[in-house]
């Protein structure tokens, strides 16, 4: 059973820079794309980004300027750094994978971790 | 971006009855488009892709159909269980964007 797990600080202060780090468990990394959505009362489910292998990472535009996604695959990892971050940048976190056989939908996803952003 | 829209945002409905929820896209996206459910304090769930394509373990009185820009999600009968928010997610075009939710609530 593939199992995603979202790891990082639940606070971060504005302007600092968020970091997660999201560890897969049950199959291999390669051939999957590994996105990173997050989801506000404000804004619903927005999608981040996604890395796929070694390959460059895409970013949606309205982040992209403050948005890196690397991975790990040796580590079974992926992870996701946002600077200068605001409180509208507060929601919760999700890493996902998109499945091979579902055309592009996520089929599996970690369990949401919360980020506050405030002093 | 391609623009989700969903309707009803809520609704009401009870166990047995048959419910369906309709999101449309501001521009035509072939066969590319999901639906999830979504509980209280929990992850989305695929649902649906591609349209019409049951997920592996999920109920068959789930089903979804459409074409271009309008899309249904249907429940052929309602089940407590199913009592959720439901999205529709487009991933023709990226950014891939997502519906703003229907929130299915007990009668």
């Known amino acids: 059973q593939v199992q995603l797990q979202e790891s990082g600080p639940g606070l971060v202060k504005p302007s600092e820079t968020l970091s997660l780090t999201c560890t897969v468990s049950?199959?291999?990394?390669?051939?999957?794309?590994w996105t990173w959505i997050r989801q506000s009362p404000g804004k619903g489910l927005e999608l981040i980004g996604y890395?796929?292998?070694?390959?460059?990472?895409s970013y949606n535009p309205s982040l992209s300027s403050r948005v890196t996604i690397s991975i790990d695959t040796s580590k079974n990892q992926f992870s996701l750094k946002m600077t200068s971050v605001t409180a509208a940048d507060t929601a919760v976190y999700y890493c996902?994978?998109?499945?091979?056989?579902?055309?592009?939908?996520?089929?599996?996803w970690g369990q949401g971790t919360l980020v506050t952003v405030s002093s | 971006d391609i623009q989700m829209t969903q309707s009803p945002s809520s609704l009401s409905a009870s166990v047995g009855d048959r419910v369906t929820i309709t999101c449309r896209a501001s521009?035509?996206?072939?066969?590319?488009l999901a639906w999830y459910q979504q509980k209280p304090g929990k992850a989305p769930k695929l649902l649906i892709y591609?349209?019409?394509r049951l997920q592996s373990g999920v109920p068959s009185r789930f089903s979804g159909s459409g074409s271009g820009t309008d899309f249904t999600l249907t429940i052929s009968s309602l089940q407590p269980e199913d009592f959720a928010i439901y999205y529709c997610?487009?991933?023709?075009?990226?950014?891939?964007?997502f519906g703003q939710g229907t929130s299915l609530e007990i009668k």
């Open positions: 996902a994978r998109e499945g091979i056989t579902t055309a592009v939908s996520l089929d599996y």
């Open positions: 049950g199959d291999s990394m390669k051939s999957y794309y």
């Open positions: 890395i796929f292998d070694n390959k460059s990472p």
């Open positions: 521009q035509g996206l072939g066969s590319w």
């Open positions: 591609a349209v019409s």
């Open positions: 997610q487009q991933v023709s075009s990226f950014p891939y964007t």
